[in-house]
């Protein structure tokens, strides 16, 4: 993939967000994420394959989301970690996949961290298993295959507003697991999950130390459907495409889920990547977020990267929590 977006770091370092903040948007997001606390239940947790983890613990989760939807995830801890205070790492996943099997998120827990993986709602049939559906309450209409446009005409229907609730929820689940000290929380994931990072992080300010977004998607919509000729941005332009009386409510919705513009409010150390050749979610629309960001960043850049990280950012994150969660 040549070059097609901003590449001058002069460029990315300047470019900033093309949406404005609706109205009240700190207020419309806590009242959501009220209401899907006032109606949780308590967390399921069921060991998972003793024989098969040995020494290391894994439990299969369910924790209430979104409206009180039940979410699955996976939670592990380092073998030998009985009766610590471990920092945790909440990991979220990329678009398509569901939260997989435990073997896929053992590096965390290999090198000393607590790990609670979300399951993604109505996805995990792409790449990696899920178990976790998405019940919607969304009003019938008009919608473009994947979840992208999944109820996109309002903010209250629209599918990544009961997503982002889910990612906080998962915060507030892993600050209350036995054995996790809530003064260590780090959010982390790639692509969507590097955008539900991001959310996580902003929507539960001080409460997360540590944010670590690669790739990240959600990012400065606006720009991104109408530059990236790749899915899955190109499933909200394919759908405007026909549905031309919808635009103003469509990039209105997109406001109140735009990462660029939540990223605001992260008070996280936060450490990202980008490749300048990604076509999934171009390297201006990360800088859009990152550029937002006051607190202590970083960024790892990669100039012939496409959507994926280098192999040698995973051992930059490992110092980076090292440094920040102990």
Known sequence: MP????????????HRVTATEPDGLD????????????????????RHDELAYGPMPVWDVEFSGDGGDRIRG?????????????PIVV?????????????DHTLWAA???????????????KWAIGATGDPGRTPA?????????????????YYYSRLFVDAVRAVDVASELDGVDPA??????GSQGGGLALAAAALCGDRVRVCHADIPFLCDFHRAVRITPEAPFTEISDFLAQHIDLVPAVFETLRYVDCALLARRITATTLFSAGLMDAVCPPSTVYAAYNEIKAPKEITVSPFGGHDVPRGHVERQLRHLRDHLG
């Open 91 to 103: 990991r979220y996943i990329g678009y398509g996949g569901g939260r997989g099997l435990p073997h």
């Open 184 to 189: 260590r929380i780090a959010v982390s994931g």
């Open 27 to 46: 207020a419309w997001w806590a009242a959501r994420i009220a209401a899907a606390r006032a109606v949780a239940e308590p967390v399921s947790l069921v």
């Open 141 to 157: 209409g008009p919608e473009y295959p994947g979840v992208m446009t999944r109820g996109i005409a309002s903010p209250e229907t």
């Open 74 to 86: 996976w939670y592990l801890r380092p073998a030998g970690s009985e009766g610590q205070q471990l």
């Open 3 to 14: 070059l097609f977006d901003l590449s001058e770091p002069s460029e990315l370092a300047e």
């Open 111 to 125: 090198a000393g961290y607590a790990v609670l993986v979300m399951d993604t709602r109505g996805q995990g049939a």
